[in-house]
Each structure stands twice: as C-alpha cells, then as structure tokens.
C-alpha cells in the first residue's frame, strides 16, 4: 500500500491543482494575519472558509482524481498488489495531500506571525485537526461514490450533492425540526444532530473553544456543558474518527466486488 | 497451468459467460476467438481477478485465485487498449512497474528491441497509439512469468513491429511458457496459435488444433472455418 501512496502522492504533487489550493490558503492566511491583526479574529474567519471550503475541495478532488486515475488503476489490478491496498493507497495519496496544502498553507504564515508565543495557538491547532479530520471525511466518501457510479457525470453530481446536503440543507432541516418541536425539550435532539453531521461538528467544536457560545444563547450552554468538557470532546473526537473509518471500511468492502 | 470451471458472469441483465469450462496445460500457445461481445475480455479479466466472477471456480498453477493477489506474479497482462496515466514518462512507467513487481534488466533489451528510445522522455499522453502498444509490450514482457496473457496484442502495430512481436512470442514458447492471445486479425492466430478455444455465447463452442476445425466444420481454410461457424449459429 506504502508504495501505491507515494506513486499517488507523487503524482499529484506535480499536478497544479495541489499547488493552486496551496497558495490560496497560503494567501487566505497571509491576508487574514496582517490585515486583521487580531488572532482570535484570524481563527474565527478562517473557520467559516474551512468549514465550507475543505468538505467541497475533499469531496471534488476525491472524485476527481478517481475517474482521472482511472486508467492507473487498471494498471495496477493486473499487477500483483491487494485490491485494498490500490484504493486505500490512492486514498490516503489524496487525502494527505489535500491535508498538506492546508496545513502548510495556512501554519506557514502562522508561524511566521508568531503563533508559538501567541495564546491561540491551541485554537489554531483545533482548526488544523478539524480540517484535516473534514478533508480525511470528504475524500472517503467522495471515493465512495466514484466507486459506486460508473458515469462521471453522475458521480459529480452525487458528490456535489452530498457536499450541499452536509453544508447547508442539513441545517436548514435541523432549524426547521427546532422551531417545530420548539415546546419539547429539544437539548439531546439537538446533540445528537449536531454528531450526525461531520460539518456541523467541526463548527460547533471550534466555536465552543474559541468561547463565544454566549453568542449562540440557551442551546450554547448545554453544548458548553457537553463539548466544552473532556468527555464531550472525546465523544467528538469518536464521531469524527467515525466519519472516517465507517467510508474507508466501505471503500474496501466495494473495492473486493467491483468489476474493472 | 490454468483450469476455469463453470464460470459464470452476467452484467446487469447481460449474461456474458454462461457456466464456460476449460483449460490450459503448461506450455504452448492459445489463441482465444470469438465474435465480438462473446465474452473473450471478461475471460481473461476473470483469470486475472479484475472481474469477479458470480459462480465458477478458477486455478492458476493449482491454487484457487479467489482471495489471492500474489498469483499474478506468475502472469504478465498486455491489456487490450493502452491506457496510462498520461502525465508519466515512459521511462517513469517502466521503472514505477518494475518496482511494483520485481527488479529486471530485461526491459533495456526490449526497449531496443522496439526502437523505444527517442521516447523514454516523452509523456504517455503525447505518445501515438502504435508507440503506447509498443510501451505495452515492453511492460508485458519485461517480466518473465510462467503465463503470459496478450489482449489483442497487434492493435495499431506496424508491419516490422508486428513481426518483431511474433518472434517474439515464439521464443517465449520456447522457454515452456503458456501464452494466451486473443486476436481479431485471423491469419495471425493461424500463424502462431497451436490451439484455439472459439467462444460462442459464453460457451466454448470449440478447442482442439485448426486442422481439427478444418475437418469439423468442412472448411478449407481456417478464415473460411470461423465464419462458418458463425453463420451458423447466427443465422
């Protein structure tokens, strides 16, 4: 598997795209440090972008890459290599690659800022862990999808969809579902809806970190009180990880029955 | 060398090998024919675990391929239609392949062998259709394995090509290989086939030498043969 990740990393290393989403939090960062000057307000602006940015670049060069690398693939079925080990190698080719221009992109000019003698160093670094957790998340379910549609056309249009689904039509719903149930009490409902959904729960995570859950009223207090602690956090942390091993588990399971 | 039974694959609504048995001792060159969408690729994409049959058991040198990857280390694969990664040069696919599979000075011989060298530096995604087929052949046959399975290896080749490839195979056969070709061209099979196994609707409809299906089908000549039995179960 080892070597098929460093032949996908390899080549995606070389292809402009990596180095495109790699300037531009590169920039994103740079702008945001020296024409805000204020950290904390650095991380919070940053988070909206990587909420809503990360899942649709994770989902987008997930299913990209897989049609493109098509022909790859057939190469290596025929060589004597483990179905597993070309799909979760490709997979993690991707997924860390991704990782990497968005941890660089941004901790670069972090760093440089002086990040390490700030306070908001461990915000920062929540930022970066989600981040990474969201693009490990879209990626394996963008594999999932490319590997269950034949038809390019049809598996972006999944993806895209799904990417919607999980970053905005999912609250819409969850909003809707608050204020009509509003007479029950709605705290545990609204925990769990919050795991349920990768996106949701990156934003919750940091939100609560960063300690402006006043701004976010009654509900901001029970989350306080579940996120904020060491349990909540681990909880989280489980629901994250889950997001991820529940697709790669798929991946490998649909890898060992597809035809090519 | 390889035994395939009952094997079974449909796509979709489409029956592709409908309980096919046959196979292949060691040493001696097959040739596997038949009409198109008869069912030859998905053969020899079963043989090699890129399709998954529905039923059917297949062997290669007596172990069960199912669950099992390290099998195709005994099979070079020339698939049918030369599709690399486009953004690879030809020197980087070589050596990417070798390291996949197993270190080999055998390729230099064979990159001489099809006057690759001018193009070890170009991109895949730049190369011509014959020389891509040609980059095919070195990869199939850098490696040498006791099976060799050719998906019709002659597509786009020119004339010296063409026969630098049939001397080619012969000395593989020499060395006790068992090769699998299939081939629409069919005075290349007659040339180099000693068997050959005619699919018909997931069947084998016949195998044995071409002399025997000369006699079979009351044909004179082996292209005369085919269509015969062609005709026949088509009309």
Redesign the interface.
């Known amino acids: 598997m080892l ?1 098929i990740l460093k ?1 996908s990393f390899y ?1 995606l290393m ?2 402009r795209w990596s180095y495109v989403y790699f300037a531009f939090y590169l920039l994103l960062g740079i702008v945001l440090l020296f024409l805000n000057n204020d950290l904390s307000k650095a991380v919070i602006t940053l988070m909206n972008v990587i909420i809503i940015l990360v899942p649709l670049i994770g989902t987008i060069f997930g299913v990209m890459y897989y049609y493109n ?4 693939t ?10 597993s080990s070309i799909f979760l190698g490709q997979y993690l080719g991707v997924a860390i690659s991704l990782s990497m221009s968005l941890i660089l992109g941004l901790g670069l000019p972090f760093v440089f800022y002086g990040l390490f003698e700030s306070s908001a160093i461990w915000d920062f670094s929540l930022l970066l862990i989600t981040g990474t957790f969201l693009t490990l998340i879209f990626t394996a379910l963008a594999f999932n999808i490319a590997l269950s549609n034949e038809n390019k056309i049809k598996g972006f249009g999944y993806a895209i969809l799904l990417w919607l689904f999980l970053a905005v039509i999912y609250d819409g719903i969850f909003l809707l579902v608050l204020i009509g149930f509003e007479e029950y009490p709605l705290d545990k409902v609204s925990l769990i809806g919050t795991m349920l959904n990768p996106i949701d729960l990156s934003r919750t995570l940091i939100l609560l970190k960063l300690d402006i859950s006043a701004l976010l009223g009654y509900t901001g207090a029970i989350f306080k009180q579940f996120f904020g602690t060491n349990y909540g956090l681990i909880v989280s942390f489980i629901a994250l990880s889950l997001w991820v091993i529940v697709p790669v588990l798929r991946i490998v399971y649909k890898s ?5 | 060398m390889v035994t395939i039974q009952n094997l079974r694959k449909k796509f979709g609504k489409n029956q592709v090998l409908s309980g096919l048995d046959l196979s292949f001792g060691a040493g001696g060159i097959f040739a596997i024919l038949g009409p198109n969408g008869s069912g030859k690729t998905t053969l020899i994409k079963s043989v090699l675990g890129m399709v998954i049959p529905d039923k059917g058991e297949i062997t290669v040198l007596g172990k069960n391929i199912t669950k099992n990857s390290d099998y195709r280390h005994q099979i070079d694969y020339l698939p049918q239609i030369a599709n690399f990664p486009s953004n690879l040069k030809v020197k980087e696919l070589i050596k990417m392949i070798k390291d996949l599979r197993k270190s080999t000075k055998e390729d230099e011989r064979l990159i001489e062998l099809f006057k690759l060298t001018p193009f070890l530096d170009k991109k895949l995604g730049q190369l011509s259709g014959g020389t891509k087929q040609k980059v095919n052949l070195v990869l199939t046959f850098m490696f040498d394995s006791p099976i060799i399975i050719l998906d019709e290896p002659t597509s786009g080749l020119d004339p010296i090509s063409m026969l630098r490839l049939k001397d080619l195979i012969q000395v593989e056969k020499e060395k006790g290989k068992t090769i699998l070709i299939t081939s629409h061209i069919m005075s290349f099979v007659e040339e180099i086939s000693d068997e050959i196994v005619f699919i018909l609707e997931g069947k084998i409809y016949f195998k044995g030498t071409i002399t025997e299906l000369k006699t079979k089908t009351n044909q004179p000549d082996f292209e005369h043969a085919i269509a015969s039995i062609l005709t026949d179960n088509h009309a």
């Open positions: 070597k032949y080549d070389r292809s690398s098509k022909e790859f057939e190469l290596l079925l025929a060589q004597p290599l483990k179905r060992k029955k597809k035809d090519f």
